[in-house]
């Protein structure tokens, strides 16, 4: 019997883990450039010998992230970019390392310089990204950051940088609790100049709102069936309780 409510006891707790999981993928249904993280159930040996293993029990395995494309949604914001196609944008995570991520909304901090909406730094080829003050942003296909100041009458054109924008395959990446990417490896990937971005939009997230909540239903049922389960061995215990109790009398 304790097998039986093992079992049943670690379904619900991974059903727990999964929930949050799916949970989170519906939060993030209207964050830019967010890509679906995906779990997977798989049976783990509690206890292994030279016989059979015994006590086997579910357990809940982050395989990664759905990097299928999201759509690109025009927004007219200079500062918005948008990754054509495979690719990532370089950024600098709030622990110091280089990650990955494809939201592309961008701002200018109050010292001039481009970081993300969420306050972390982006990452330039030759380093960090100063822009001058007052100055009209650009963007180009190829991540080049221009800035056109006006002086005197005339119009100033110089290139403050370029985005540093990388294509490592997918399997070479990890999904970090902060939603962005690194290698698994650590370390950085290098700049892959076929990698070209669009100015003016961005990438929508690739989670549906509509199956993400499908899989909350399904995930709640199920640890509603595995409670039953429980439910029912309890019952069991207390019936075997009764008739050993009314033999031994």
Same mark, same amino acid.
């Given at each position: 019997?304790?097998?039986?409510?093992?079992?049943?006891?670690?379904?619900?707790?991974?059903?727990? %883990?999964?929930?949050?999981?799916?949970?989170?993928?519906?939060?993030?249904?209207?964050?830019?450039?967010?890509?679906?993280?995906?779990?997977?159930?798989?049976?783990?040996?509690?206890?292994?010998?030279?016989?059979?293993?015994?006590?086997?029990?579910?357990?809940?395995?982050?395989?990664?992230?759905?990097?299928?494309?999201?759509?690109? %949604?025009?927004?007219?914001?200079?500062?918005?970019?948008?990754?054509?196609?495979?690719?990532?944008?370089?950024?600098?995570?709030?622990?110091?390392?280089?990650?990955?991520?494809?939201?592309?909304?961008?701002?200018?901090?109050?010292?001039?310089?481009?970081?993300?909406?969420?306050?972390?730094?982006?990452?330039?080829?030759?380093?960090?990204?100063?822009?001058?003050?007052?100055?009209?942003?650009?963007?180009?296909?190829?991540?080049?950051?221009?800035?056109?100041?006006?002086?005197?009458?005339?119009?100033?054109?110089?290139?403050?940088?370029?985005?540093?924008?990388?294509?490592?395959?997918?399997?070479?990446?990890?999904?970090?609790?902060?939603?962005?990417?690194?290698?698994?490896?650590?370390?950085?990937?290098?700049?892959?100049?076929?990698?070209?971005?669009?100015?003016?939009?961005?990438?929508?997230?690739?989670?549906?709102?509509?199956?993400?909540?499908?899989?909350?239903?399904?995930?709640?049922?199920?640890?509603?069936?595995?409670?039953?389960?429980?439910?029912?061995?309890?019952?069991?215990?207390?019936?075997?309780?009764?008739?050993?109790?009314?033999?031994?009398?």
């Amino acid at each position: 019997m304790d097998r039986y409510i093992y079992l049943a006891m670690t379904g619900a707790q991974q059903l727990l %883990q999964q929930q949050a999981v799916a949970a989170s993928n519906l939060a993030n249904a209207s964050t830019s450039g967010y890509k679906a993280e995906t779990t997977a159930f798989r049976v783990a040996p509690l206890v292994g010998g030279a016989g059979m293993p015994t006590r086997a029990y579910g357990v809940t395995s982050t395989t990664g992230a759905d990097f299928a494309a999201g759509t690109v %949604q025009p927004t007219g914001r200079a500062l918005d970019v948008a990754i054509e196609g495979d690719g990532f944008l370089a950024v600098q995570a709030l622990d110091g390392t280089e990650a990955y991520t494809r939201n592309g909304s961008l701002a200018i901090s109050p010292d001039g310089e481009l970081r993300t909406r969420g306050g972390l730094a982006v990452v330039g080829e030759g380093g960090p990204i100063v822009v001058p003050p007052d100055a009209a942003i650009a963007i180009g296909r190829d991540g080049t950051v221009s800035a056109t100041s006006e002086a005197d009458g005339t119009s100033t054109v110089t290139v403050v940088g370029r985005l540093k924008l990388v294509n490592p395959p997918t399997s070479s990446l990890a999904r970090s609790g902060d939603a962005l990417f690194r290698l698994r490896g650590g370390g950085a990937a290098d700049a892959d100049p076929a990698v070209v971005v669009t100015a003016g939009a961005l990438e929508s997230s690739n989670v549906n709102a509509v199956s993400a909540m499908v899989d909350m239903i399904n995930l709640a049922r199920q640890f509603d069936l595995t409670m039953k389960l429980l439910q029912h061995a309890d019952a069991n215990e207390q019936r075997a309780t009764q008739l050993i109790g009314g033999n031994a009398g």
